[in-house]
């Protein structure tokens, strides 16, 4: 399976942007997925994930309430939407897919990986 995270850019404090992850090579129908994020010097943090089958959603503290994550299968694509946006939201966004998974805020439970979207939140 192959990611491609897209939809990352510059937005001021209070604004909003949707990323989406798109996925070659295989049907993601059976796959858990997850956005993780990445700040210069930090370490890799769970945003929010999504259950293959039942598609149910797991949070992260810090953005529950203003994140939202959701799956086309058809379209073989998950998106996050994110409203009021904070600085400390600023991060580089990754996109991953867990294989019937079922512990979704692990990062070291997914198989595969996207590369990545810039994400700035300008105050």
């Known amino acids: 399976v192959q990611l491609q995270a897209s939809g990352g850019g510059l937005v001021q404090a209070g604004g909003s942007l949707k990323l989406s992850c798109a996925a070659s090579g295989r049907s993601l129908s059976r796959y858990s997925m997850g956005w993780f994020r990445q700040a210069p010097g930090k370490e890799r943090k769970f945003v929010a994930g999504?259950?293959?089958?039942?598609?149910?959603?797991w949070y992260a503290d810090s953005v529950k309430g203003r994140f939202t994550i959701s799956r086309d299968n058809a379209k073989n694509t998950m998106y996050l939407e994110m409203n009021s946006l904070k600085p400390e939201d600023t991060a580089v966004y990754l996109c991953a897919a867990d294989w019937y998974g079922s512990s979704l805020s692990s990062a070291g439970t997914y198989d595969y990986w996207g590369q990545g979207t810039q994400v700035t939140v300008s105050s």
């Open positions: 999504i259950r293959w089958g039942d598609s149910i959603t």
